[in-house]
Every structure is written in C-alpha cells, then in structure tokens.
T-cell receptor
C-alpha cells in the first residue's frame, strides 16, 4: 500500500515551453501533497505544499507564477513549470501523507521526474 | 527552527562490516522522526518512523533507534545492495507538520 506515482519520469523540453508533471496517490487519498526539488548530491528542497481544493502554499524564494500547482482531487496534484529555462533543469519529487494513516505521519514519495531544459 | 544534521556525509564499508549512521536533531516537540533510503535517480523509500525516545524498529539488516537528541540507523553485516543515500527527517508537533530533512549519508558497501 501507500504508492505514489509520477508522470513523466523523464522529460526534455526547449527553453520557453511549459511542462506539466503529475503526481498521483494510487491506493490512498491525500488532502495534502508536497513538491520537492533535488539537485545532484543534495538533499530535498521543499518547493510547495499542495492542498486539495485550495491554493498551494509556496516556500520562500519559490516563484508561484513559474511553478503552478493544482490539486484537483484527493489523488492528483500537478506541477507545471511555465516558460522553462535551463536553470529549471532538476529532479522534481512529490510526496503525500496517507490520510487513512493519520496516526503514523510518514510521507510516501513518488519516483521523481527528471526535467532537462535545453 | 527545526534542524537535522546527519553524519557522516559519506561512508564506505566492506561487505559484512557493521556500522551506524547518525541523525542529530533539534525540534520544538517531536511528532515523528523518519528514515528513508534513496537510490540514485529515484524518490526516497520509506523505512521507519520513530515517535519517542527509547523506541527501536528493525527491518532486515537495519535497526533504527531514538533518543531525545539523536537517532541512529544501525546496519548489521551490510551487503552491496544496501548502498544508497539514507535520509533522516523530523516532524514537529503543532504547526504545519512539514518535515525537515537532513542532507543524508551516502553509503557505499564494497563486495
């Protein structure tokens, strides 16, 4: 149980285009999902907290107009990187907390999406 | 501000050579401490949650322990397939419940 998927796993796009990344909780519901960015050999950097049915909460320094987050249902959150530039190239990972296991608190992570902007 | 410090940054072991990874933390009330394993190019995989000092959890060759200031991940007789980065995170009680992650320990086990 507690499986999170991401799509796509890898994407290459041209500078100036937009890219959408999907995060799905496959066997549980998640009111809240989290989006992280990870640079090589570094730890996870939280970008934003995605809340179902409401606006996302962005961490300081993360441009909300550039990284659009939509949490359309209890099992789906999307991250859209708008007008991507090479500096947006990174590994993007989502996570979710299983609402059915509120007593356990751990987050379950997706497999990540490698974005390369050329 | 919650803080998590993991040591060492990198660890090389011979197969069968047991060792421990450290996670020191400061948090205003601990809701949970988490250990994850991350392989290159993949998302973190959940290993353990610890809630209170004195608690221990085991899974195969891994054993996690918790005190009021730190947690240890003990690896007994490691195998090459245990090579990965191990991440520690804490979640504070009250507030947003957003976990704070350490930088991780990169473990390489040589055959």
């Amino acid at each position: 149980g507690a499986v999170v998927s991401q799509h796509p796993s890898r994407v290459i796009c041209k500078s100036g285009t937009s890219v959408k990344i999907e995060c799905r909780s496959l066997d549980f519901q998640a009111t809240t999902m989290f989006w992280y960015r990870q640079f090589p050999k570094q730890s996870l950097m939280l970008m934003a907290t995605s809340n179902e049915g409401s606006k996302a909460t962005y961490e300081q320094g993360v441009e909300k107009d550039k990284f659009l987050i939509n949490h359309a249902s209890l099992t789906l959150s999307t991250l859209t990187v708008t007008s991507a530039h090479p500096e947006d190239s990174s590994f993007y990972i989502c996570s979710a907390e299983d609402q059915g296991r509120r007593s356990s608190y751990e987050q379950y992570f997706g497999p990540g999406t490698r974005l390369t902007v050329t | 501000e919650d803080q998590v410090t993991q040591s060492p940054e990198a660890l090389r072991l011979q197969e069968g050579e047991s060792s421990s990874l450290n996670c020191s933390y400061t948090v205003s009330g601990l809701r949970g401490l988490f250990w994850y394993r991350q392989d290159p190019g993949k998302g973190p995989e959940f290993l353990f949650t610890l809630y209170s000092a004195g608690e221990e959890k085991e899974k195969e060759r891994l054993k996690a322990t918790l005190t009021k200031k730190e947690s240890f991940l003990h690896i007994t007789a490691p195998k090459p397939e245990d090579s990965a980065t191990y991440l520690c995170a804490v979640q504070a009680s009250g507030g947003s419940y957003i976990p704070t992650f350490g930088r991780g320990t990169s473990l390489i086990v040589h055959p």
